[in-house]
């Protein structure tokens, strides 16, 4: 298989890469420590198209795959911003991309074209506090009431919430008792922000400063039919189509947060002398930056691989399995070398001001977002070992 890059794909990691370094990490640090949203860099990667990656073109979108949102990705993180694109623009894109793939012609029209250039953002309300990792025991319920729902419920860990124009909610439509199979009655639907019926209050993380993560309270939300996005009761199977991609994505984040934190461990370890050389020099310092750089390096080929299979419409269990082998072993990867870059840096690796431990705080969302390290191992030893379900 040939993953020897196009000269668009060669570009579009050029563009990436100058973002950003134009948004290095001393940008960063200061929107972290002021818990200030990055307007600036959203503004950039939307002027320069990012946002319209894989939209249909007939709604201003961009004819791209996998590969070169995957591509995007992993130039923005390693370009100087760490963390900071791979948390954003995943979930910039992401509700744009349910949209793009289940939304009528209606819906499409209203929403995407702004979507695409970037001036509208649409949040993802999945999650549940009592539901967790089971999200098909979702409590939020959409009751019919004439032509219009009435949804109620809560979600939570909902980011950007706050800057978003519309968020796309997924909720029953039908009791889980009385669903033919657990993944029936479920819907999606689009709702317009502001709501006077939906609130939300900020929640304290350990990382991403800049983006803030919300409880949201669905408090007899009436929307109408309109609103209903594909067909009711098939919503589940609607969003399946971004467990992948998403797989892929945070894969391809923690890559380029990895690779930025090896080079500069690398940076410093030949600039910083102790006892008459650099610190660089002694085999403690250089073993384990390679033995991390090499098990990155390796990841990222599983990332490119899903990638391209994914673009490739292969088969959705190869396709699933290749997509969480990538996930497992990047963010493994991207935590391992993180760490790595900390230690070299000796105490100033506890400094903010050296970066690495912030990106080594960033990195560790992965294991548990979007999907934890122990689902994407249950889906490989059910679906590639043939082991028995476990859960």
């Known amino acids: ?15 990436a890469l100058n973002i950003g370094a134009k948004f290095d990490p001393d940008y960063w640090l200061k929107m972290d420590q002021a818990s200030s949203y990055p307007v600036e860099f959203f503004d950039s990667i939307a002027a320069h198209g990012f946002f319209s990656l894989g939209i249909d073109s007939a709604y201003g979108g961009t004819p791209a795959g ?36 289940n939304a009528n012609d209606a819906q499409k029209s209203q929403y995407l074209p702004d979507m695409a250039a970037g001036t509208s953002m649409c949040a993802f309300g999945l999650s549940e506090p009592d539901a967790g990792t089971n999200s098909l025991n979702m409590s939020t319920f959409a009751k019919k009431d004439g032509s219009d729902y009435i949804i109620s419920g809560s979600k939570w860990y909902i980011t950007n919430i706050e800057r978003s124009d519309a968020i796309v909610v997924v909720a029953r439509t039908q009791k889980l008792d009385e669903s033919a199979s657990r993944s029936d009655g479920v819907s999606l639907f689009i709702v317009d922000l502001p709501n006077d019926s939906l609130t939300y209050s900020p ?7 800049y983006y803030k993560s919300h409880m949201v309270f669905l408090d007899d939300v009436r929307v109408p039919k309109e609103a209903l996005i594909g067909t009711e009761g098939q919503g589940f199977r609607q969003i399946l189509g971004t467990l992948n991609p998403e797989r892929i994505l945070v894969a391809a984040g923690a890559v380029g947060i990895a690779r930025l934190a090896i080079a500069t461990a690398v940076k410093y370890a030949n600039e910083r002398a102790v006892f008459d050389q650099p610190i660089g020099a002694h085999q403690a310092i250089q073993h384990p930056l390679a033995a991390a750089y090499a098990k990155i390096e390796s990841a990222w080929g599983s990332v490119m691989l899903a990638a391209s299979l994914h673009d490739q419409d292969a088969n959705p269990v190869e ?11 990047a963010v493994e990867a991207a935590i391992e070398a993180c760490y790595q870059a900390m230690q070299t840096h000796g105490g100033n690796g506890f400094a903010k001001e050296y970066h690495v431990e912030r990106w080594w705080r960033e990195v ?12 994407t191992l249950n889906f490989i030893s059910e679906h590639v070992l043939g082991l028995p379900r476990s859960y």
């Open 203 to 209: 929640i304290e993380k350990h990382a991403y400063g």
């Open 364 to 375: 560790q969302l992965f294991r548990l977002a979007p999907v934890t390290q122990q689902m």
């Open 1 to 15: 298989m040939n993953f020897r890059l196009t000269e668009e794909q060669d570009l579009l990691v050029e563009t």
């Open 66 to 101: 996998m590969m070169e949102l995957a591509l995007s990705m992993e130039g923005l993180c390693r370009g100087g911003a760490g963390g900071g694109p791979a948390l954003g623009y995943l979930f910039g894109t992401l509700g744009a991309n349910i949209l793009n793939a």
């Open 319 to 329: 396709v699933g399995a290749k997509a969480n082998m990538a996930k497992y072993v």
